[in-house]
């Protein structure tokens, strides 16, 4: 059996989230092929071939997969399904995009939100905000995954796979890529870190938002996050926002600050390794998953945190 | 122009569902359903579109259809869409569970009948949470998608959509007919009005089946089993910021 996968990156390298979706591929018991679609992207395709289990790397190339829409990756990915049992595509915004497209062109129901590979045909995956876990069986000849990477672990970079060029989609395409915003910012993706400090609606503005959270994820090397109601009231940018409806996160250490743990929120954080909660509520519901809560304002407790921290050496 | 919005009944978002104590699924029984809030979010959306507002100008749209594929209560759903403003509804009745693949089916049916020009989904319904009808339908129709929506321009055959993807915005231009499926920032739903809701009931529902469309629901995937997420361990609470540092040191996170 062989799986393609298809890799999340930046033209440049790959992201974390590409070794974890090998794991996932792994897991399968197939030969693992990687799909590196994008723009000059030599540098992404010669990072995935050294993905620890890869068989070899499919490289496209070309200015209709620059920006990873949809439509090109559907008419790349398609007829490459002829030579896979399964195709798996880590959860990110480009992901959830484009795989149900291939799924319905393939028409494949696919799997979406994959935490767990019990083997070839049968997967697990949350249902209803997390709240139920299903075994789900699936016997169809070919299989489109949705993998959610955070629940992996990353595989190694000791690898050596060949590259081999494939054609990149000619178009036109009926959809057309105009600008985009993208946040700059030196900390790490919230969706890779180790340690996450994320905010809520107590924050109460945009400036108190950034002045009181940033010091502390900088001391500690952390990402940034939010809830969904801080991020509606505009205190933080929109890929912020952590949850069902958000990023899902797993870091070794989630601070949520001024965050009141709505069934949502938790979803997307509460298989974080280690979590700490400050809130002045000692009733609010993140209390009942974190492991340290701290009951006090967060405007006396993050900087007497910042100070221990300090003391601490940290 | 006239605006097809699919509404999906689902759980209440307030509401946690149990799982069966024999794991054969998820008890919903005397729980209170909803209209799914992005869908919500779209037909607020394609309202506006035919009201102007938004950004919209007034007449952007000249009808707003909603349809559902459920359960005879789904027509409750479709009330709450036709309550927001849209003209009226289609209601195609499937009892059990239908996947996103047979759904996206059944409405490319309904498209092909109705011949709208843009069809905005929600992004996901909050049950399943499989993101996936929106994106598979404008495959099997062999149109353009704009998922993730938080802001659509229109202009005569296209569609300027931002859409929410991880780092930030992108902004991209679909021809018409597009697919579009919202995020939670495109727009802040109305509470329906009293007396939008007594017009709503006197709007015309539609009642299809599947077979009417040709499709066959049954599903392609089985669930062999059902259950209860794992637990976190109760944790403990830390007087002071000291104490939370130590504790943290002592677990290794810093
Ligand atoms: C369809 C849908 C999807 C959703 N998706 C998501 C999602 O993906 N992610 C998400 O996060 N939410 C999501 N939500 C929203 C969710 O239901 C909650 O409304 C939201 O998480 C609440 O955010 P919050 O905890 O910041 O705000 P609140 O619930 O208002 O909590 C604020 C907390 O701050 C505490 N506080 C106030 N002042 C202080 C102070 N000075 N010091 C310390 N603590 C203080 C309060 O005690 C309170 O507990 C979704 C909702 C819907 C309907
Ligand atoms: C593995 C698996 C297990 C399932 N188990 C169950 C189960 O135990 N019980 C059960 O009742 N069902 C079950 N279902 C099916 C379920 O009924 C959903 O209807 C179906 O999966 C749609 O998925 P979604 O709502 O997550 O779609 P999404 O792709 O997340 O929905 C996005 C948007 O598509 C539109 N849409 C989706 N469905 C409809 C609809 N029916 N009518 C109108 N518009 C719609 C809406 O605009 C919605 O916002 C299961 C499905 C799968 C794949």
Same mark, same amino acid.
């Given at each position: 059996?062989?799986?393609?996968?298809?890799?999340?990156?930046?033209?440049?390298?790959?992201?974390?989230?590409?070794?974890?979706?090998?794991?996932?591929?792994?897991?399968?018991?197939?030969?693992?092929?990687?799909?590196?679609?994008?723009?000059?992207?030599?540098?992404?395709?010669?990072?995935?071939?050294?993905?620890?289990?890869?068989?070899?790397?499919?490289?496209?190339?070309?200015?209709?997969?620059?920006?990873?829409?949809?439509?090109?990756?559907?008419?790349?990915?398609?007829?490459?399904?002829?030579?896979?049992?399964?195709?798996?595509?880590?959860?990110?915004?480009?992901?959830?995009?484009?795989?149900?497209?291939?799924?319905?062109?393939?028409?494949?129901?696919?799997?979406?939100?994959?935490?767990?590979?019990?083997?070839?045909?049968?997967?697990?995956?949350?249902?209803?905000?997390?709240?139920?876990?299903?075994?789900?069986?699936?016997?169809?000849?070919?299989?489109?995954?949705?993998?959610?990477?955070?629940?992996?672990?990353?595989?190694?970079?000791?690898?050596?796979?060949?590259?081999?060029?494939?054609?990149?989609?000619?178009?036109?395409?009926?959809?057309?890529?105009?600008?985009?915003?993208?946040?700059?910012?030196?900390?790490?993706?919230?969706?890779?870190?180790?340690?996450?400090?994320?905010?809520?609606?107590?924050?109460?503005?945009?400036?108190?938002?950034?002045?009181?959270?940033?010091?502390?994820?900088?001391?500690?090397?952390?990402?940034?996050?939010?809830?969904?109601?801080?991020?509606?009231?505009?205190?933080?940018?929109?890929?912020?926002?952590?949850?069902?409806?958000?990023?899902?996160?797993?870091?070794?250490?989630?601070?949520?600050?001024?965050?009141?743990?709505?069934?949502?929120?938790?979803?997307?954080?509460?298989?974080?390794?280690?979590?700490?909660?400050?809130?002045?509520?000692?009733?609010?519901?993140?209390?009942?998953?974190?492991?340290?809560?701290?009951?006090?304002?967060?405007?006396?407790?993050?900087?007497?945190?910042?100070?221990?921290?300090?003391?601490?050496?940290? | 122009?006239?605006?097809?919005?699919?509404?999906?009944?689902?759980?209440?978002?307030?509401?946690?569902?149990? /799982?069966?104590?024999?794991?054969?699924?998820?008890?919903?029984?005397?729980?209170?359903?909803?209209?799914?809030?992005?869908?919500?979010? =779209?037909?607020?959306?394609?309202?506006?579109?035919?009201?102007?507002?938004?950004?919209?100008?007034?007449?952007?749209?000249?009808?707003?259809?909603?349809?559902?594929?459920?359960?005879?209560?789904?027509?409750?759903?479709?009330?709450?869409?036709?309550?927001?403003?849209?003209?009226?509804?289609?209601?195609?009745?499937?009892?059990?569970? /239908?996947?996103?693949?047979?759904?996206?089916?059944?409405?490319?049916?309904?498209?092909? =009948?109705?011949?709208?020009?843009?069809?905005?989904?929600?992004?996901?319904?909050?049950?399943?949470?499989?993101?996936?009808?929106?994106?598979?339908?404008?495959?099997?129709?062999?149109?353009?998608?704009?998922?993730?929506?938080?802001? /659509? /321009?229109? =202009?005569?055959?296209?569609?300027?959509?931002?859409?929410?993807?991880?780092?930030?915005?992108?902004?991209?231009?679909?021809?018409?007919?597009?697919?579009?499926?919202?995020?939670?920032?495109?727009?802040?739903?109305?509470?329906?009005?009293?007396?939008?809701?007594?017009?709503?009931?006197?709007?015309?529902?539609?009642?299809?089946?599947?077979?009417?469309?040709?499709?066959?629901?049954?599903?392609?995937?089985?669930?062999?089993?059902? =259950?209860?997420?794992?637990?976190?361990?109760?944790?403990?609470?830390?007087?002071?910021?000291?104490?939370?540092?130590?504790?943290?040191?002592?677990?290794?996170?810093?």
């Amino acid at each position: 059996m062989a799986v393609l996968v298809v890799a999340e990156h930046d033209n440049a390298s790959v992201k974390d989230a590409t070794n974890k979706v090998v794991t996932a591929a792994t897991a399968m018991g197939a030969d693992v092929d990687v799909l590196v679609a994008g723009s000059n992207a030599g540098g992404a395709a010669a990072a995935a071939a050294k993905i620890d289990g890869v068989r070899k790397v499919l490289h496209a190339d070309g200015a209709t997969l620059a920006k990873q829409m949809a439509e090109p990756l559907e008419a790349l990915i398609v007829p490459l399904m002829s030579g896979y049992d399964a195709v798996l595509f880590p959860a990110s915004t480009t992901g959830k995009n484009a795989a149900p497209r291939v799924a319905a062109k393939l028409d494949v129901m696919q799997v979406s939100g994959v935490i767990g590979i019990e083997g070839a045909d049968t997967f697990v995956r949350p249902i209803y905000a997390g709240n139920a876990i299903i075994t789900v069986q699936d016997s169809q000849p070919k299989k489109v995954l949705v993998v959610q990477p955070t629940a992996f672990k990353a595989a190694g970079n000791g690898g050596s796979a060949s590259v081999e060029a494939t054609a990149a989609p000619a178009g036109p395409f009926k959809s057309a890529f105009v600008s985009e915003e993208m946040a700059k910012s030196d900390r790490p993706e919230l969706t890779a870190a180790k340690r996450i400090v994320s905010g809520g609606r107590a924050l109460g503005s945009s400036e108190e938002f950034h002045k009181v959270l940033e010091p502390l994820a900088d001391k500690l090397g952390a990402a940034v996050g939010a809830s969904r109601a801080a991020v509606d009231a505009g205190y933080a940018p929109n890929d912020y926002q952590v949850g069902q409806t958000g990023k899902v996160v797993a870091p070794e250490l989630y601070v949520a600050i001024g965050i009141s743990g709505a069934i949502q929120h938790l979803a997307g954080m509460k298989d974080s390794k280690v979590i700490v909660a400050i809130n002045k509520d000692e009733d609010a519901p993140i209390f009942q998953v974190a492991d340290y809560g701290l009951v006090a304002d967060y405007k006396t407790a993050v900087p007497e945190l910042m100070d221990e921290l300090g003391k601490a050496g940290v | 122009m006239k605006v097809l919005v699919p509404v999906k009944r689902v759980l209440d978002y307030n509401l946690k569902v149990r /799982v069966k104590p024999d794991g054969s699924g998820v008890d919903l029984s005397n729980l209170k359903m909803s209209i799914n809030p992005f869908c919500e979010i =779209a037909i607020e959306e394609a309202v506006r579109m035919k009201e102007g507002g938004g950004g919209h100008a007034k007449d952007s749209a000249t009808e707003v259809v909603a349809v559902s594929i459920g359960p005879e209560q789904a027509q409750e759903t479709l009330r709450n869409a036709l309550a927001i403003g849209a003209d009226r509804g289609i209601l195609v009745k499937a009892d059990g569970e /239908v996947e996103p693949l047979a759904v996206a089916k059944i409405l490319k049916g309904v498209i092909e =009948a109705e011949k709208p020009d843009l069809v905005i989904l929600g992004k996901q319904a909050i049950d399943d949470d499989n993101n996936a009808t929106a994106q598979m339908l404008a495959a099997l129709l062999d149109w353009p998608q704009a998922t993730f929506a938080s802001k /659509v /321009v229109l =202009a005569g055959n296209k569609a300027t959509v931002t859409r929410e993807v991880d780092g930030g915005l992108q902004t991209i231009d679909v021809d018409l007919p597009a697919i579009i499926s919202t995020d939670l920032r495109l727009n802040e739903p109305r509470y329906a009005s009293l007396p939008n809701i007594m017009k709503a009931k006197k709007k015309p529902i539609d009642a299809k089946t599947p077979a009417d469309y040709g499709v066959d629901t049954a599903p392609r995937l089985k669930v062999t089993k059902t =259950a209860e997420p794992g637990k976190r361990q109760a944790g403990i609470k830390v007087k002071t910021t000291a104490e939370l540092v130590g504790k943290l040191k002592e677990a290794g996170v810093i």
